[in-house]
């Protein structure tokens, strides 16, 4: 049978699913930010700041990087 003036069915056989690859990580995970304020925590010899405070001076740290690898 022809569908049209072709030969032939113009069926095309089904594409094969793309695989796609999930989008690189750009935030810093908690996990991260926790790890990073640790080390600032034994770097200014464990004394001093609140706990906040390392965690917000890592994230800042950590995001500025995303940011940077994001542009650069």
Same mark, same amino acid.
């Given at each position: 049978m022809s569908d049209g003036p072709f030969f032939g069915s113009s069926r =095309? /056989? /089904? =594409?094969? !699913? =793309? $695989?796609r690859q999930p989008p690189p *990580?750009?935030? !810093? $995970? !908690?996990?991260e930010i926790a790890d990073r304020a640790y080390e600032l925590f034994l770097a200014n010899g464990k004394r001093g700041e609140r706990?906040? @405070?390392y965690w917000r001076r890592a994230e @800042? *740290?950590?995001l500025d990087r995303a940011a940077r690898r994001i542009v650069g």
């Open positions: =095309r /056989p /089904p =594409r094969a !699913p =793309r $695989t *990580e750009v935030f !810093p $995970t !908690p996990t706990a906040a @405070d @800042d *740290e950590l």
